[in-house]
């Protein structure tokens, strides 16, 4: 096979790729804002998606906040900086960690879940049927999950940036001896209201790639349980992908000047 | 029958790449007349029967319901029609997240503003009438087996009263005795709602309980129509074949799906 021909068209199926999934965002952005509404639906999204997610972000960010205290002291103390520990814990936590961690947690716990079950849906005509009972499925299947993941998604990160610099504090007060009110003063003295905006609006974007992804590989879905199957490994692999892509293009335009 | 056929094709046309799978079909459905269309795997019945529902788009022809064409209409007016349709899938699609009666009323609440508790009525009622007691409704579909998911999913296609009732491959997967039962079920739930029926079957003993008329499709036409009392005596090789289950004959086995 004439290798030029295999990269051009790799590169036609790319493009058509995202074309698809253009589309795709663009139908399922307009189903979520025009009624019929489902709130039930949305509802047990929301649980499904947030609240069932709280032990796994906080899992997450309690250690990750517990061992960046104690790799920036061992790394500070070299050339006596201790005292920034707090300040590096609570600006890498919101602005970066929490959100990046949730999401890619979440994409891996929830993305999994959406692409299979919209996928198992496709495959046992499930899509089918409700569209013969006059119901659209991107109503109600995918405008409910897109809605929750992005509401919930900065709120799952907001509880994670408390529980992430409550590690951190953990760590330096109880092992590295820093005083308790130090600790906390220098936490919030040079923390500014746009590093936490900045993780939340990064959250609210990841929430709605991974919602995006688990339903349009689960919705285009082929083929049985081997077609749900890679659907379920393309949702979380793209899902990780465009968060981590979509974290530099957003801490790009935030924080550029 | 009457003057305008409940449903009338013409010429209808649909491809998947190279592959045709319907060159030309012509048929006619009466109302209140069930209609049968038997065919082998493969010889594109599921593609007929999509694209008269609206789940697919034909590439070419006109599909007539009540003498409207509903080829090429917007979306939100082709919804319209399809409130006139009830559809029974081949492997029962039912939601497997909500409990039966909500499968059975799904289509009311969802199209005619019924509330729950109305809508839960209505869905005991369709419930009895494929002999299922009071007890299944709030049972999860997949604690069924599978005949009784057959008969939930048809008290789900006519809980919304259709003028047009679809069977995708009715009796597929269930023992001779289920099959039967499902296809009584039939006959008598589309005479109580005076329903004009389409199904799609490989199975002639329920194909033959079924029908009004039969029509076969082979290689994406429609070879011969007829009414059931003429399907032994039809002259044609290939319905003969088919109906008698020969291997030996014209007919060539589709390899891919259709």
Redesign the interface.
Known sequence: MNPLAAIGRGFLTLLATTGRIGLFASAAIGHCVRPPFYPRLILRQFIEIGYYSLPVVGMTTLFSGMVLALQSYTGFARFSAEGAVATVVVLSMTRELAPVLAGLMVAGRVGAAMAAEIGT?RV???I????????NPFKYLIAPRVIAATISLPILVLIGDIIGVFGGYVVGVYKLDFNAANYISSTIQYLERMDVISGLVKAAVFGFLIALMGCYHGYNSRGGAQGVGAATTNAVVTASIMILVANYVITEMFFAD | MSDTPKLRIRDLKKSFGAKVVLNGIDLDIGAGESVVVIGGSGTGKSVLL?CI???MEPDSGTIEIDGENVVGLPRSER?AY??K???L???G????SLPVWENVA??LM??KQVDRADARKVAIDKLAQVGLSEDVAALSPSELSGGMQKRVSLA?AIA?DPEIIFFDEPTTGLDPIMADVINDLIVKCTRELGATGLSITHDMASARKIADRMAMLYQGKIIWAGPVSEIDSSGNDYVDQFIHGRAEGPIQMAVRRG
């Open positions: 849906m046992t005509e499930q089918d049927a409700l569209t013969t009972l006059s119901t | 999509k529902i609206g789940l919804e399809m409130r349709f009830g559809m899938f081949q492997g699609a039912l939601f497997d799904f289509g969802a199209s789900r919304t």
